[in-house]
């Protein structure tokens, strides 16, 4: 057996560049050029049983179990055949093309390395970031980047007899593009399923225009369901989604969804959903219209930009056509990417919108914030907007020469709303402290302040009161406690508690406010005169991670406490329900998260004067292997709202997973909203079948459907079709 070692890139002996070079460079998706010239200086080894060179014909060569490597590149025949002149290439018997895991096996090939054009027989070619095979019994190479293959096959399954595969007498297939069956067939198991005149496929991982996965239903209301959607990629920094969603009882809806990132600093996103609903549907849907039309819409913009690591603008603005539309289109806000989860839209009483600016010095911070609310509960004319609010606010600092602390807090408010009083205002709030720590362990921070409050431009000026101060007195007393336990695990070192227990006080002397004007109810503008207790828990782990590094982070959090008054409170202290007692509520707050598998948060608020809880909540999260979790949520607040949510995922075995969505209002017992389904998956195809039900409200009827998607892994779990 003959080895070569050629050490010389340019000459004859480069073979093929060696047909890897140039085959399987097209075949490669995802993977700029640059990647495979990387190997263009390595030298190339050529082993066999019989090397021979013709000068007459300038061919070079190599039969007998013929290994021809460089790099990354391989491959292999009984014989392959190299013109120097030319550049024609051929291979002969059980030929094997390899590259980082990209492969082509085939009878023969013959391919013009110059042109780069050629002929493949009995090709089967694997493509292993897409997991796609192709089969063939010819494919022609008909330029650097296009193929055609005759009377072939396309699947992203790994078996001999593939659970799906698409088969066409013809696959045109363009690398960094799509692989175009015309006329194909689609065979489940051998067996012809579904004639369609084209199907397109995206054979690239990176972002590839196409459509997605399509979903079809049938509901009670709304009648046969089709939803639609197309993935554009536009370019680099860019992309959009466009949803045709088709109802036969309810109508029509489009969406558009445009993301744009200019830099690592800077990116934004819009989206739009405009339905046009039927007058026969919403007759047969609503028992009260309240704000509906026809035409309904939801508009969102967010997007943000960083000037500095300390400076930035950042916004989020929304916008509806009516009251009811997050209540009857729950699920359209969170087609868009990084939009709100669902469970936030639902018993949504307002929507919010802000733009801000924030910036950061190393002592203070200034913040420039628009916002403004929509209600969605009833037509509120009087609704404060703060268009806009500044604040700027400074750390404890030091005053030089004195034990003494200073801390300044200001802000501009312009208010504005539809009908009633509209005005502006400033405050102004500076503060002195004087940390102590006692005896080593025991800490003391007192405060004293004098807020001033102006009002000016007000459209109403008579018998209104345009300032006000407002002396401030509060302190902090508290200690803590450390213990640090070994553990010493393989993953577990250690875990510190600390106790933390502490007294609060706090005092604001208010003048008479019964001529201000009215726009808000800020806490820190009335009358409080309270003390409190608290004792904080806290439980951080030590561990070490995969990597062999330490990190640590917080596993526990337990905090209890209760004010009580001297003096009844104006305004601020209670929400809607609480009485105006001496002593608050008895609160309890409780978080435990356990490396990103299991996490706890319950709030508990006791009535000591009702003997019972007045509100709480609790949420819960589970996670495991393969993607199962369990998410429980619980909130109640006596007389207001008690509301449970549970969203699960899991796998009952390797194939097939049960999910199940669900909430439940318990003040309204007809408010019932499920989705239950399966999913079968297997290596490269799934099916997802779930039944959704919708209870009805005061103004909407229930609803029931039935819903599908089919999917090929690979394929149609990404942009398709």
């Known amino acids: 057996m003959n080895l070569l070692n050629l050490s010389l890139p340019k000459t004859a002996f480069s073979l093929a560049l060696l047909c890897a070079c140039f085959f399987v460079i097209d075949v490669r998706a995802e993977v700029p050029e640059s990647h495979f010239d990387q190997d263009l200086d390595i030298p190339i080894n050529i082993i066999a049983d019989i090397l021979q060179y013709s000068n007459q014909g300038d061919v070079l060569t190599a039969s007998g179990d013929a290994v021809i490597t460089q790099g990354t590149r391989s491959i292999k025949a009984d014989t392959i055949r190299f013109n120097t002149v030319t550049k024609e290439t051929e ?3 059980n030929v094997l093309l390899t590259q980082n895991g990209d492969t082509i096996e085939c009878e023969s090939f013959t391919i013009n390395l110059e042109t780069q054009i ?3 027989s009995q090709a089967k070619i694997f493509i292993k970031d897409e997991n796609l095979h192709i089969k063939g019994r010819e494919v022609q190479k008909t330029g650097p980047n296009t193929y055609k293959v005759l009377d072939g096959t396309i699947t992203t399954c790994d078996a001999e007899n593939p659970p799906w595969l698409i088969q066409a007498s013809i696959i045109d297939v363009e690398i960094e593009g799509y692989a175009v069956a015309r006329h194909p067939l689609l065979k489940i198991k051998s067996i012809p399923v579904m004639y ?12 590839q225009t196409g459509f997605l996965t399509p979903k079809i239903g049938v509901s009670d209301r709304s009648g046969l369901l089709m939803e639609n959607s197309f993935f554009w990629a536009i370019n680099d920094q860019s992309d959009a989604t466009v949803w045709l969603d088709t109802a036969t009882d309810q109508g029509i809806g489009t969406g558009f969804e ?16 405009f339905s046009h609903e039927q007058n026969s549907y919403q007759d047969d849907s609503y028992k009260n219209l309240l704000d509906r039309e026809n035409e309904r819409y939801y508009l969102n913009f967010e997007g943000q930009h960083y000037f500095d690591a300390d400076t930035y603008l950042k916004a989020a603005v929304s916008q509806v056509s009516d009251r009811q539309f997050y209540d009857d289109y729950d699920d359209i806000p969170d087609r868009s990417e990084g939009s709100t989860s669902r469970k936030s839209f639902r018993n949504l009483d307002k929507q919010e919108s802000t733009v801000f600016l924030n910036k950061n010095w190393e002592t203070s911070n200034l913040l420039v914030n628009t916002k403004w609310q929509y209600n969605l509960r009833y037509s509120d004319p009087y609704t404060v907007q703060k268009l806009p609010e500044v604040r700027y606010s400074t750390m404890l600092l030091p005053v030089k020469g004195t034990p003494m602390f200073y801390q300044l807090d200001g802000g501009y408010d312009n208010l504005w709303r539809e009908s009633g009083q509209k005005g502006q205002r400033l405050n102004l709030y500076p503060q002195l402290a004087m940390p102590m720590l006692m005896g080593g362990w025991l800490r003391f921070t007192p405060k004293v302040g004098l807020r001033g ?3 000016f431009g007000l459209n109403h000026t008579q018998g209104d009161k345009r300032d006000g101060l407002f002396p401030t007195v509060n302190a902090q007393l508290a200690t803590s406690f450390v213990r640090v336990f070994d553990f010493d695990g393989p993953t577990l070192k250690k875990i510190r508690h600390m106790l933390e227990p502490g007294l609060e006080y706090e005092y604001v002397a208010s003048e008479d406010q019964d001529d201000f004007p009215e726009f808000d109810s800020p806490d820190e503008y009335y009358k409080r005169h309270w003390a409190g207790y608290y004792i904080k828990n806290r439980f951080t782990a030590l561990s070490r991670d995969a990597s062999g590094e330490l990190s640590e982070y917080e596993i526990g959090y337990l905090k209890i406490g209760q004010a009580f008054n001297f003096t009844q409170p104006t305004e601020g202290l209670y929400y809607i329900g609480d009485r105006e007692k001496t002593s ?11 490396n990103e598998q299991f996490y706890f948060k319950g709030k508990m608020y006791y009535d000591p004067y009702d003997g ?3 509100r709480y909540s609790v949420l819960g999260r589970l996670t495991g292997a393969k993607k199962n979790y369990i998410n429980v949520e619980y909130r109640y607040w006596r007389d207001l709202y008690e509301y449970l949510a549970l969203d699960t995922y899991v796998n009952v075995s390797s194939w097939l997973a049960v999910f199940a969505n669900t909430s439940y209002s318990y003040i309204d017992n007809e408010n019932f909203d499920t989705s239950l389904g399966i999913e079968y ?17 005061d103004d909407k009827k229930s609803d029931s459907s039935v819903k599908a998607m089919f999917f090929f892994k690979g394929a149609g779990d990404r942009k398709v079709f």
């Open 612 to 614: 019972n809880l007045r």
């Open 258 to 273: 445009y993301r744009i990132k200019l830099s690592e600093q800077t990116d934004a996103k819009f989206y739009g959903y």
């Open 118 to 120: 050629g002929v493949v």
């Open 91 to 93: 291979a002969n018997s």
């Open 584 to 594: 608050s509520d008895m609160f309890t707050e409780l978080r435990v998260d356990l």
């Open 681 to 697: 998956h297997s290596q490269c195809w799934g099916i997802r079948l779930w039944h959704e039900t919708e209870g009805g409200t």
């Open 196 to 207: 369609l005149p084209a199907v397109i496929l995206p054979i690239k991982t990176e972002r």
């Open 453 to 455: 409050v102006q009002h």
